[in-house]
């Protein structure tokens, strides 16, 4: 599996070189946008590469903000691409420099977000190739199992790595996903500093945004 077509890759790096705008930066409920296009969203710890990953998918260096401080994005920011699917960059989890309460607030959002939304097609939740699957990705994933939200595990900063660490982490990854009814069988790896894996993610999310 997970050999994409060649047609389907072009198709999908056109998609991606099209227009994206950022439409909302929602801090609440109350100010998500409304239900407009499918939607798919970039989930995972602080630090993990949410926003890098955004900007290296859709070949802008600054559309997402991205940072060395964890815990920078504090809101759910949406970009429209080609008018044709949302990207939508989520709130980091497990970040330890904000108090308890604003790290809650902005949990509670992410995770009402995840649950409720109708147009949310699918999850990247993004997983350090270095360090794996930790405690709190865990719990996000039980979380959507729960939920019935379809996910994918995609490895990022694949560059910081060897081919043959890249494989094994692939491995143990799948190896886990395979035990949550809700995620995608196949993991991803990438590298938004090298681009290493993102004409596959693109496709993915190409073909589940208009499946
Ligand atoms: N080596 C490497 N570093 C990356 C990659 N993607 C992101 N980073 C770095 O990881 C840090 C956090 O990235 P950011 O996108 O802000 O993470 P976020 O908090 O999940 O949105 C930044 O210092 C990035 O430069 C990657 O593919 N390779
Ligand atoms: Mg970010």
Excluded at 50 to 72: E, Q
Excluded at 83 to 96: E, H, K, S
């Amino acid at each position: 599996m997970g050999e994409r077509a060649a047609d389907e890759i072009e198709a999908a790096r056109k998609l991606f070189a099209g227009p994206c705008v950022f439409v909302a930066g929602a801090a609440s409920l109350e100010s998500l946008p409304a239900i407009a296009l499918p939607e798919i969203a970039f989930a995972g710890r602080s630090n993990v590469g949410k926003s890098s990953l955004v900007n290296a998918l859709t070949g802008r260096r600054t559309l997402a903000r991205t940072s060395s401080k964890p815990g920078h994005t504090r809101q759910i920011n949406f970009f429209d691409l080609s008018g044709r699917l949302f990207l939508v960059d989520l709130p980091g989890y497990g970040f330890a420099q904000v108090s308890r309460s604003m790290k809650e607030a902005w949990q509670d959002l992410a995770s009402a977000y995840l649950r409720g939304r109708p147009t949310l097609k699918r999850v990247c939740l993004l997983i350090d190739a270095r360090h794996g699957v930790k405690e709190a990705d865990r719990d996000t994933m039980k979380n959507l199992d729960k939920a019935a939200v379809s996910y994918q595990l995609v490895l990022t900063k694949a560059d910081q790595l060897k081919p043959g660490a890249i494989a094994a982490a692939v491995a143990t990854a799948q190896a886990l996903a395979r035990h949550h009814g809700a995620a995608h069988p196949e993991v991803l790896p990438t590298s938004s500093q090298t681009g290493f894996g993102l004409a596959e993610l693109r496709a993915e999310i190409a073909a589940v945004a208009s499946g």
